[in-house]
C-alpha cells in the first residue's frame, strides 16, 4: 500500500524559510512517475506549488512561488523535498505531497504552514 508521510510544517514570520519533505513508502520509484506538492488554503481550491518527475527531466512551479520555492528529491531514499524560501502570508495553507504513479494518484495526510506577517 502506497504511503505519502510529509513533515516540515510550522509557524515561520514572513520572510523566512521552511523545508517540506515526503516520504514516499510502500512503492519503488520509476524514472515515469511525477511527484510534487499542492497546498489548500481556507475557503480557496487546492493548487499545485510544484512538480517534479523523478527522471529530473521536468520540473513546473507555481507562477506564485516561482524563484522562491525549489522542488527537489532523492530518489534513493523516495522522498521529494520544497525549500521555502521568502515566505509570505498568502503562503499559508495546508501543504500536501501528491505522486502520480503510473497513472494512479496518491495524496499525504497534509503538513500546515503558516506565515506571520
Known amino acids: 500500500q502506497v504511503q505519502l508521510v510529509e513533515a516540515g510544517g510550522g509557524l515561520v514570520q514572513a520572510g523566512g524559510s521552511l523545508r517540506l519533505s515526503c516520504v514516499a513508502s510502500g512503492t519503488t520509484l520509476f524514472s515515469s512517475d511525477v511527484m510534487g506538492w499542492y497546498r489548500q488554503a481556507p475557503g480557496k481550491q487546492r493548487e499545485m506549488v510544484a512538480t517534479t518527475m523523478i527522471s529530473g527531466g521536468t520540473t513546473n512551479y507555481a507562477n506564485s512561488v516561482q524563484g522562491r520555492f525549489t522542488i527537489s528529491r532523492d530518489n534513493a531514499k523516495n522522498t521529494v523535498y520544497l525549500q521555502m524560501n521568502s515566505l509570505k502570508p498568502e503562503d499559508t495553507a495546508v501543504y500536501y505531497c501528491?505522486?502520480?504513479?503510473?497513472?494512479?494518484?496518491?495524496w499525504g495526510q497534509g503538513t500546515q504552514v503558516t506565515v506571520s506577517s
Open positions: 501528491r505522486a502520480l504513479l503510473r497513472a494512479r494518484i496518491y
